[in-house]
């Protein structure tokens, strides 16, 4: 399974994920029709799939225009409001790509329809906007119990396991994080890597669950009030 980030807006990735054997082609949360479907152009592949992990339309704007351009099929969370969803996905679901099977969990914080999909035999997650490297997303429609758990139910994965979340902000979480927990080497040794790799406009994802365990203070915290402390902190935090 090879995977290609793909740029848009100011800050997120839409994720192409490619099955070798069956040469077909998923893209996970097109917010944006244009960039993605040009990337595949110059990969030589063709969107068979559209893999929505919420609503909102900076993950779901380009679904309707890749469907008119290529026919592939739009996934998406059940509860949600996903233009042109065809399959409804929730917890237990399974998505597939040639071989590859994806199973859903319903990670309820950040809108409450989000989902994760979990390629356990690859060690692979598409984690939207529910975990970023070092931070979380806003909650937005659900509660801060909901969110730790949906944090945990990630980081419960093996540590190895690949984490592919939507958005470029491991910086800015970097900073806030070593805010946060000032004492942890691993953490700081982290803010400095990512402050390399964005002085060249590099990706610093994916990350691993290792990485996070290690370095996410919203996944260290200890129990919900806990994170519900460090995520009003971090709402108000200018770095
Ligand atoms: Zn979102």
Redesign the pocket.
Known sequence: MEIVAVPAFSDNYIWLVHDETSGETAVVDPGDAAPALAAVQRLGWSIDQVWNT?W?PD?TGGNLAIKEATGARIWGPASGRIPGREVALAEGDEVRLGDHIGRVIEVPG??LDHIALIFDEELVAFVG?TLFAMGC?RLFEGTPQQMYNSLQRISDLPGEARLYPAHEYSLSNARFAVHADPGNRALSDRLAEVQALRDTHTITLPTTVAQERETNPFVRASNWEEFARLRAAKDSFRS
């Open positions: 919420h909102h993950h950040h809108t906007d997303g």
